[in-house]
């Protein structure tokens, strides 16, 4: 069984409302041991629409002192870490290396949310690059952002903008996209960081995790070892989301561990 879960948000990130206590309280009713915090910080995020007020500027000045007292609440039942996930872009590297060296997180994920200038979230995002070029302008954006900012330990959910295709998820094909993806892994793994396992590609209903099963196995035939797991839960029901599927699929990728950190310091935890 997989214990940790590395990739939560709470009422701290703009499109989450779920108070941390509640989160914590249903990590431990589902048996989890170890959990980390990773409220979004997209500095100059750029929403859309009926999402104009949306903001993902974290405020590290309450999260730090609320997220400990909940530590020392529930030292003893479940471990409590503190986390962010940076999303990356050009412009903003320096705001992200600030805020990464003037605060004690355990553990930061780099992550691609927009890409040439936009979300995919937002329709706009295929109805301007059509699917294929978008897929291959969001697997670009990797690349780049891995050069703007290389103080995370794990890149987030490396095929996110799979999620909203307009025509479906069918038409994603990962080793379509190889020649960038593998320059992409090659580079982190160089830099000895890791890529994670977000199961919240089960939870959209694509029937895989981001990334999908053939980038984790490439992941690991290019020598990649960090792997860290994450629900990316925003609600208290999406933590450990699909978990008891995952020891199966991984070590059919090849996997025998994967990766916890605290004070950004790996550890390896058997499948």
């Not at 309280?25 to 995020?45: E, M, P, R, V």
């Not at 059509?130 to 900012?149: P, V």
């Not at 993806?181 to 793994?189: G, S, T, V």
Request: overall charge negative; some cysteine.
């Amino acid at each position: 069984m997989i214990q940790s879960d590395f990739h939560l948000h709470t009422c701290f990130s703009g499109d989450s409302d779920s108070p941390v206590e509640s989160m914590i309280n249903s990590a431990i009713s589902k048996g989890l041991k170890t959990i980390c915090f990773t409220d979004h910080q997209d500095f100059a995020y750029q929403p859309q629409g009926k999402d104009a007020n949306l903001c993902f500027d974290l405020d590290v000045k309450q999260y730090f002192p609320i997220i400990q007292q909940y530590k020392e609440k529930y030292q003893g039942t479940i471990e409590i870490l503190t986390g962010v996930e940076f999303g990356i872009k050009e412009g903003i590297g320096e705001q992200i290396y600030e805020m990464a060296n003037n605060y004690p997180f355990d553990f930061i994920i780099g992550s691609s949310h927009e890409a040439g200038g936009l979300d995919p979230y937002y329709p706009s995002y295929f109805e301007s690059f059509g699917e294929e070029q978008g897929l291959r302008i969001y697997f670009e954006s990797i690349l780049k952002n891995i050069e703007i900012f290389d103080g995370f330990q794990a890149y987030g959910h490396l095929d996110y903008a799979v999620r909203y295709l307009p025509s479906g998820h069918s038409f994603y094909k990962p080793e379509h996209y190889f020649d960038i993806l593998d320059e992409a892994m090659k580079k982190i793994i160089s830099m000895g960081k890791g890529i994670e396992c977000n199961t919240s590609g089960l939870k959209y209903g694509l029937g895989y995790t981001h990334p999908h099963i053939k980038i984790l196995k490439r992941y690991l035939e290019l020598g990649g070892e960090i792997l860290t797991i994450g629900s990316d839960g925003h609600k208290p029901e999406h933590i450990a989301y699909g978990f008891d599927t995952l020891p199966e699929l991984l070590k059919e990728a090849g996997f025998r561990y994967y990766t916890i950190f605290r004070n950004r310091k790996p550890e390896f935890i058997k499948l």
